[in-house]
């Protein structure tokens, strides 16, 4: 779920740092 979570918010923003958000706990 993370990942597809990961590839969702790089596919709207690749340069977003909505990764960030994402994956707080890495």
Do not use: F, S, Y
Request: charged letters at 10%; proline letters at 12%.
């Amino acid at each position: 779920m993370k990942e597809t979570q990961l590839l969702c918010a790089v596919m709207l923003n690749p340069a977003g740092p909505d990764i960030h958000v994402i994956q707080p706990a890495g």
